[in-house]
């Protein structure tokens, strides 16, 4: 097991955590109750398959409950995205829209790295996730061919998530490192190019703005006599660049890890010996 192979797993596996406990917080407050039940279902996967992934280092259950729970917030690797409070549900939305389709790019190409154990247990992974996928579509489409009201909402949730979308591509620690061994086949920058390309793309499709949705509140837009909505002034707003986000694959967080954390590991920290 090489530093490079930990590096990469110990990202995978942080993602997967910190977004799962995040949509694990809208249990009993979802908008209906068989969105309840998906979403906890979607947190449950999430959280299931970062203890695959942290089973990959480690020796046995307890190794993998100090990984997922033993370690300090500036030793977790997920991108800030994953770790952000869900607002409300059109940020969650957006989010969720966003990294579970920035994480299919991601492992579709993990599905020919050098490892065979990861590679078997990325392939796993992404059967399960199929649903995410299709829970995610559905509303997107559902909330962007919606009301006035619900594109008011979804337009600058995603602009706030896809702000920070870059950061589930930030080069993680050794990832030269990867590439040489084979473990990746596509660096990071790249398959974030690739994945900004087709998320644009996808958004114009759905009838949103496609450069990452510019608004920043739904008061700076208005509807059109169609329908579609524009800037206040009547002007094309200013889209946004990544201008956050960055710093979570260096173990650089906000707040709202820190947050997090504590909630997420009291039991591991005040009853040793607990499994998870």
């Known amino acids: 097991m090489t530093d490079a192979f930990v590096a990469l797993v110990t990202a995978l596996a942080d993602d997967e955590l910190i977004l799962g406990h995040r949509h694990s917080e809208w249990t009993g ?10 979403f906890a279902s979607i947190a449950q996967d999430e959280i299931g398959h970062a203890s695959s992934y942290y089973a990959l280092l480690a020796d046995g259950p307890q190794e993998v409950d100090a990984l997922a729970l033993g ?40 599905e020919h790295t050098s490892e065979p154990k990861l590679r078997q247990l990325v392939t796993k992974i992404r059967r399960e996730e199929r649903y995410h996928l299709l829970h995610a579509d559905y509303w997107m489409k559902r909330v962007a061919q919606g009301p006035v009201d619900a594109r008011t909402r979804i337009i600058p949730a995603m602009a706030r998530a896809f702000a920070e979308v870059g950061g589930l591509f930030e080069p993680f620690d050794r990832e030269q490192e990867a590439l040489e061994e084979g473990l990746l086949t596509v660096d990071s920058p790249t398959l974030r190019d690739r994945f900004t390309e087709w998320a644009s793309s996808a958004l114009d499709e759905l009838g949103l703005p496609g450069d ?11 509807a ?53």
């Open 29 to 38: 407050y979802a908008p209906h109750i068989e969105e309840d039940v998906a």
């Open 71 to 110: 370690r300090q917030p500036d030793a977790y690797r997920n991108a800030v995205l994953c770790e952000r409070p869900n607002a409300d549900w059109a940020f969650t939305l957006a989010r969720h829209w966003l990294y579970d389709h920035a994480d299919d790019f991601r492992s579709q190409t993990l």
């Open 212 to 222: 990452a949705a510019r608004a920043t509140a739904p008061s700076e837009f208005v």
């Open 224 to 276: 059109s006599s169609s329908g579609d909505l524009i800037a206040g002034d009547g002007a094309p707003a200013e889209p946004v660049a990544f201008t956050s986000g960055l710093g979570g694959r260096r173990g650089v967080h906000t707040g709202d890890l820190d947050e997090l954390w504590r909630a997420m590991t009291t039991q591991y920290r005040e009853n040793e010996g607990a499994t998870w």
